[in-house]
């Protein structure tokens, strides 16, 4: 069992920054592929942001490209998401989710094994 807890979300004016982290338990975190996605009102869940077990690769949504950046401490068992320029459009609860067993990092949530309860990030224009 793989418990995931996300902090740090929030109330941001349009242009501003948060960074959000969330902490894991497990003795093997290293080798969870991590992923960070978002629900809008509304919408369906959208694939935001993955990173490998090692760090070495990251892969982002085309939306934020560029303004996103996610990395891990495997020391910490905690993963980030450094988010800046918001947009109101970027207003949702972002989850993160944990893929084991050094499988690849892929957009699909369902193929996640565990979630986080989820945080509020409110991007005011």
């Known amino acids: 069992q793989v418990q995931l807890v996300e902090s740090g979300g929030g109330l941001v004016q349009a242009g501003g920054s948060l960074r959000l982290s969330c902490a894991a338990s497990g003795r093997t975190f290293s080798s969870y592929a991590m992923g960070w996605f978002r629900q809008a009102p509304g919408k369906e869940r959208e694939f935001v942001a993955g990173i490998r077990g090692s760090g070495g690769s990251t892969y982002y949504a085309d939306s934020v490209k560029g303004r996103f950046t996610m990395s891990r401490d495997n020391a910490k068992n905690t993963v980030y998401l450094q988010m800046n320029s918001l947009k109101p459009e970027d207003t949702a609860v972002y989850y993160c989710?944990?893929?084991?067993?050094?499988?690849?990092?892929?957009?699909?949530?369902?193929?996640?094994?565990?979630w986080g309860q989820g945080t509020q990030v409110t991007v005011s224009s």
């Open positions: 989710a944990a893929r084991l067993y050094l499988r690849a990092v892929v957009a699909g949530g369902d193929e996640y094994d565990y």
